[in-house]
């Protein structure tokens, strides 16, 4: 097997398709066709061929983690439930034949090469520093404090189902007791301001359900009325 043509891709022109005896093999990045010195008259065995089909697998699985990570600050549960269900188990491909009939088409996978690519891509993203819990942990409660007034109970529940260890949440939150009282206030201000909430024992259960123990409540509802 030998490359007859390396071509620039007209629509991604940072990545250039490989053709192998005068047919599509693969593609790979510019920074990985760089890497791999690949050149037109290189000769193949299959099983070297094979592991240039996984670098390009690996090139635009991690492309596509990139722009997942991108969107916003993710946990590295996040990235790797992801990774898993777009790669591991992905949607089957749907087609229409020669007659007009919807084809579905289960995609077949090699799991341990998957995983291993999987593997590969978070600690590719460690690496740069896109997977990080701790700034990850922070960026949310820093988000949930602007936005949603959330106590530390309901906070340290979001982490966890995030994935985030209990040290990393424990060491963000032993010192936000003041912030969290501050936070029953505001919100106590702003729902009591709701045609829902005058009941002053349903706006009690509200408050309760999001997190701040019984006994805040009843205090900062006895200092507001």
């Not at 991690?62 to 990235?79: D, T």
């Not at 088409?105 to 993203?125: N, S």
């Not at 260890?165 to 201000?189: C, F, G, M, P």
């Not at 019984?214 to 200092?223: G, R």
Request: proline content about 1%.
């Amino acid at each position: 097997m030998k490359i007859t043509k390396i071509q620039q891709q007209v629509k991604r022109s940072d990545r250039y398709s490989i053709y192998i005896d005068e047919a599509y093999s693969f593609s790979l990045s510019d920074y990985q066709l760089v890497s791999s010195g690949l050149h037109v008259g290189q000769e193949f065995t299959a099983e070297e061929l094979d592991i240039f089909l996984q670098e390009s697998n690996f090139g635009k699985a991690y492309e596509r983690a990139l722009n997942y990570v991108m969107i916003r600050p993710r946990s590295e549960k996040e990235i790797n439930e992801y990774l898993t269900r777009t790669f591991l188990y992905p949607k089957p491909k749907m087609y229409k034949s020669k007659t007009g009939e919807t084809v579905v088409k289960k995609q077949e996978v090699d799991k341990e090469k998957v995983t291993h690519m999987i593997e590969r891509i978070i600690g590719r993203l460690h690496e740069k520093g896109y997977v990080d819990d701790e700034r990850f942990a922070a960026a949310w409660v820093n988000s949930r404090q602007l936005t949603k007034k959330s106590s530390k109970r309901k906070l340290e529940q979001e982490l966890t189902v995030k994935g985030v260890s209990s040290e990393i949440i424990t060491e963000l939150l032993q010192n936000r007791d003041v912030i969290e009282k501050d936070n029953l206030k505001e919100l106590i201000a702003k729902k009591s301001r709701q045609t829902k909430y005058q009941d002053q024992a349903k706006l009690m259960q509200y408050l309760v359900r999001q997190g701040f123990s019984y006994s805040d409540v009843k205090t900062a509802l006895e200092q507001e009325y």
